[in-house]
């Protein structure tokens, strides 16, 4: 399928099907490995050319306007993720920040220098590790001694204590032959017997 100009767009809509590279992917747009052309953003279809990119290409853009013209200027400020403009600010200047000594200055009035630990620490005041997912916590040894620090009784486990592990082995074979018997009443037929 092929959109006509200025008729709008949503991401991953193929704008254009071609064998080869009659024309290429311009301004948010993206080419397929079939070189189809197909939309990035949500926009206005534009077919334009680019004489400071390459003089004799034709490309197929999106524009997020119906009554912007491409290709944007090369200094313009660009739309980002969200569809949101960047917008320069000008910094505030009642706050004055000295970075040497770690304080901040407002007016006349000045705050007390405060030291900033980068490391969270744990309620024990140990110092938490980051992890995997980069995310602090405990370490694997501190998190199997959380029944410990709570107070909490554990039994002992004792090797030669051969009446507990001939508990969990019948408790394990009740388990097992129930649901042999199970497994019986539920299929219904199984394989007969012929003689």
């Not at 969270?120 to 694997?140: C, D, I, W």
């Not at 107070?151 to 051969?162: L, M, N, S, T």
């Amino acid at each position: 399928m092929t959109y006509s100009i200025e008729e709008y767009v949503i991401p991953g809509n193929i704008i254009f099907r071609q064998r080869g590279t009659g024309w290429f992917a311009g301004e948010n747009c993206a080419m397929g490995r079939d070189h189809t052309i197909y939309a990035t953003e949500a926009g206005f279809v534009k077919y334009y050319r680019d004489p400071l990119k390459h003089p004799n290409r034709q490309y197929i853009g999106v524009a997020f306007k119906r009554t912007e013209s491409l290709p944007y200027p090369p200094n313009a400020a660009r739309r980002r993720r969200l569809n949101m403009l960047a917008v320069q600010t000008s910094p505030d200047t009642s706050i004055t920040t000295i970075i040497g000594e770690g304080r901040i200055l407002e007016g006349d009035m000045t705050v007390k220098e405060t030291k900033v630990n980068a490391m969270p620490r744990h309620k024990s005041g140990q110092e938490l590790v980051m992890g995997k997912t980069y995310a602090f916590r405990e370490a694997n040894w501190q998190i199997g001694r959380a029944a410990e620090n709570a107070g909490i009784k554990v039994r002992p486990f004792i090797p030669g204590d051969r009446f507990r592990a001939w508990q969990k082995s019948a408790a394990r074979k009740a388990a097992n032959a129930e649901k042999r018997g199970l497994r019986g009443k539920r299929g219904g037929g199984g394989k007969s017997k012929r003689k």
